[in-house]
């Protein structure tokens, strides 16, 4: 059940719901929509319809229109400056991120976007200090016991390099940082890897315009997906999500004055030579 519903009273009948359905499936009776029920199934739940309608006479879902917050697209300058002044924190103070200010983090990943709005990407968060520290202990001790077994996978030989390091106060994996988040999703659905890198990538840019610093962990990711999956399994990642990355985060040990200096990506500019296109000619 879709609980499509329109309020007379303020649908102005602009039909801006069914030209913007990704799903095609609103239909008009009357100039009033509506989705017919053998239709129902396509629904992707993404509620554009309820977004699009300038006039708030649109409900999905069960969602009150009113409840949504209005759009305010932020200054592009302010945009581009998180962006640019984004960094890999790889030193963290040990004071835990407060819960009410994580809770508040991690509601706006429910907007980020997942393919065919899947929206099954699970966030597996250590909150806990004292949790991240047995996490750090259990890991680098099965580092330490695959790499005296000679178990540790060719491609993976330099974690055993980070014992030294750990046997000396340096936590080249984890940083030492108090929190770390997991996010994952099932093999079966439909663009994976590709949901877990833009929930990261939501979380990151959220987080560091909070005063949070956060690090992309891939080294973490292996040790626990390829060398302790016993462990990822009791952080409650199910073992059907293949695809999962790991982020650092907690308040920075460090301070950045500036930005880098990033040259421009590669771009190439498709020219309608490529794709044989004669601009101005008749087919
Ligand atoms: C997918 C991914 C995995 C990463 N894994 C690690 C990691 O395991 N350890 C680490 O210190 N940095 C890691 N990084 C951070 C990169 O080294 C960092 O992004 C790069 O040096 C550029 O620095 P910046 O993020 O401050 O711009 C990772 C980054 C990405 C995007």
Known sequence: MLKFTIDAS?????AACVDDCPAGIIRLQDNVPYIPEKLESRCIHC???????????LSI??????????????????????????????????DPVPAQELDQLLATLAYAPTGRNERQVRLTVVDDPVVM????QQTMAG???????????DHLSFLSRMLDPFDAGRDIIFRHAPHMLIASAPDKGATPW?????????????????????LWCGYAMWALRDVVPELLAKLGVPGDHQAMYVMLFGYPAVS????????????????????????GQDK
């Open 133 to 136: 520290e047995s996490i750090r």
């Open 256 to 279: 950045y004055a500036r930005t880098v200096q990033r040259s421009p990506r590669s771009v190439h500019r498709v020219r309608p030579e490529d794709v044989s296109i004669q601009m």
């Open 61 to 94: 879902l069960g969602k009150d229109p009113d409840h949504s917050d209005p759009v305010a697209p932020p200054d592009p300058q302010a945009m581009a400056s998180r962006i640019r002044s984004r960094r890999s924190v790889r030193s963290y103070s040990p």
């Open 47 to 57: 509620q554009h319809c309820l977004a699009v309608c300038p006039a708030g006479a």
């Open 143 to 153: 580092i330490r016991m695959a790499t005296a077994r000679g178990t540790i996978p």
């Open 10 to 14: 303020r649908c102005i009948q602009c």
């Open 194 to 214: 590709a949901d877990v890198f833009i929930s990261l990538s939501y979380f990151e840019l959220m987080a560091q315009s909070m005063g949070l610093g956060t």
